[in-house]
């Protein structure tokens, strides 16, 4: 199972992204636990996850956060912009699988 935190100001924009996440995980036979949260929850959370995608909306934490996630050995980056406007679930899932098989072989 891959279990991808999504990450934004409050968790509430990215809910909807998780929702088309789980639909593409589920329609490629993918077992997913997918969560969002705010930021505020950041540092208690990554450590139970593979991966952590982050809203474009608080891209300018990403390196705070790939400070924190270090310490866990997990990878951070921000969604694609247009991807997350237009809640393209499956390519977001697709980013995410190919961060954590990067990170896998790092």
Known sequence: MVKILLCCSAGMSTSMVVQRMQK??????LEAK??????????????????????????????DF??????YHK??????????GMLN???????ALALIDANKGA
């Open 34 to 63: 997918i969560d969002a949260v705010g930021m505020e929850e950041f540092s208690e959370k990554i450590a139970e996850y593979d991966c952590c995608l982050l809203g474009p909306q608080i891209k300018y934490k990403l390196a």
């Open 66 to 71: 790939e400070r924190q996630a270090q310490e």
């Open 24 to 29: 593409a995980a589920t329609q490629l036979g």
């Open 89 to 95: 679930g499956e390519k977001i899932l697709q980013s």
């Open 75 to 84: 990878p951070v980056t921000v969604i694609n912009t247009m991807d997350y």
